[in-house]
């Protein structure tokens, strides 16, 4: 078994070359140009127990100048998923029934790829919940969209509830994922925000992140 030592200069070496490929360079200069609003946001330091802890988890709570239809319209689309959202590279929607459907999807960061089937959840237009317990690189997957009321005085705004969460099979997956984990999430976030006004326009008041957490 690799020690916690090994496991810090193998992690530090995938990044380095991660940081030195054009996808980094490409992601990071997206996310500044789409998301400098999240100045609000708290970060977390890596820990010695993070290098431990084969769970991970990342919650957001953020105020949008979208409906909760219109999220909800995008969120929900995921058969459409491989066209708009980062590392997607197949999503394929089948066994569909009143309260969801279940989704056979490719997902590809690095330096991980993985291909499972998903069951999704669909409360219109409050829910859009994933989960997925039998993946070749993890126990257990969530992705998980709430949408309320927003502003009272501006209709078309909601708060999101986003999380992820998962748990990795292997420790060294675990500690690999961990270097890219947030910044994974806020460019999935931001790909669906940004596919939001590329279908319904400019959004009715500025974003706002009103709580961010990350384990």
């Not at 977390?44 to 239809?69: A, W």
């Not at 910044?183 to 959004?203: K, N, T």
Request: aromatic share 12%.
């Amino acid at each position: 078994m690799l020690k916690g030592s090994t496991l810090k200069v193998l992690d530090v070496r995938i990044l380095q070359r991660y940081m030195q490929s054009s996808l980094f360079r490409c992601s990071c200069q997206q996310q500044i140009r789409t998301r400098n609003y999240i100045d609000g946001i708290q970060r977390s330091y890596i820990t010695f127990n993070d290098f431990r802890n084969k769970n991970r988890s990342y919650t957001k709570k953020e105020l949008v100048g979208y409906s909760m239809q219109d999220m909800y319209s995008v969120v929900s689309d995921v058969s459409n998923y491989h066209k708009f959202v980062p590392y997607v590279k197949k999503s394929h929607v089948h066994s569909v029934t009143g309260g969801g459907f279940k989704a056979d999807l490719i997902v590809g960061f690095p330096p991980l790829n993985e291909a499972y089937t998903s069951q999704v959840t669909l409360e219109s237009p409050s829910l859009v919940k994933s989960e997925c317990h039998d993946g070749r690189l993890f126990n257990y997957l969530l992705n998980e969209w709430r949408f309320s009321p927003g502003l009272k005085d501006i209709p078309n705004s909601c708060v999101l509830d986003f999380r992820v969460a998962f748990e990795f099979k292997s420790l060294l997956h675990s500690n690999i994922a961990n270097i890219f984990f947030d910044l994974i999430c806020d460019q999935m976030e931001s790909a669906f925000i940004l596919e939001v006004g590329r279908r319904s326009g400019p959004p009715s008041i500025r974003s706002h992140v009103l709580k961010a957490r990350r384990s």
